[in-house]
């Protein structure tokens, strides 16, 4: 397999896969075919075989756990909200929580009680 090849399998920067294994002193057999389908047969995070009839991309709960605390921008954060503030106008967003009234405490305890965060 090529550098190329190697780094389109683990979705890393070819340099990257190019400097470590210089580094280790390995060098790539262009004559060796590249895997057809790495998910599913090999955990991504540490290699070993996965097995069942499931298809799967960790060997473990510890492995999955592990490789996406690693690749938080992998991530597919799709719960973001947009609101408006009712107290000072602010276009914000909020993740996760489609019910959010204000953009900040502070503007919540202006709004709700008609004073600057102290007694009136």
């Given amino acids: 397999m090529t550098y190329a090849a190697i780094a389109a399998q683990l979705e890393l920067n070819a340099n990257t896969v190019k400097t470590w294994c210089r580094r280790a002193r390995i060098t790539p057999d262009p004559t060796i075919p590249p895997v ?3 998910l599913g047969v090999w955990c991504l995070h ?3 075989p996965i097995t069942g009839t499931r ?3 960790f060997c473990s709960q510890q492995c999955r ?3 996406w605390h690693a690749r938080p921008e992998k991530i597919n954060r799709r719960a973001f909200y ?3 503030c009712p107290h000072c106008g602010a276009v914000f967003s909020a993740y ?7 953009c900040s405490h502070a503007c919540y305890i202006r709004h709700r009680f008609g004073t ?3 007694r009136p």
Avoid at 96 to 102: P, S
């Fill in 36 to 38: 057809d389908n790495p």
């Fill in 46 to 48: 540490c290699g070993a």
């Fill in 55 to 57: 298809p799967a991309k």
């Fill in 65 to 67: 756990r592990t490789w």
């Fill in 82 to 84: 947009q609101f408006t």
């Fill in 96 to 102: 996760g929580n489609k019910h959010r009234v204000y």
């Fill in 116 to 118: 600057k965060g102290g």
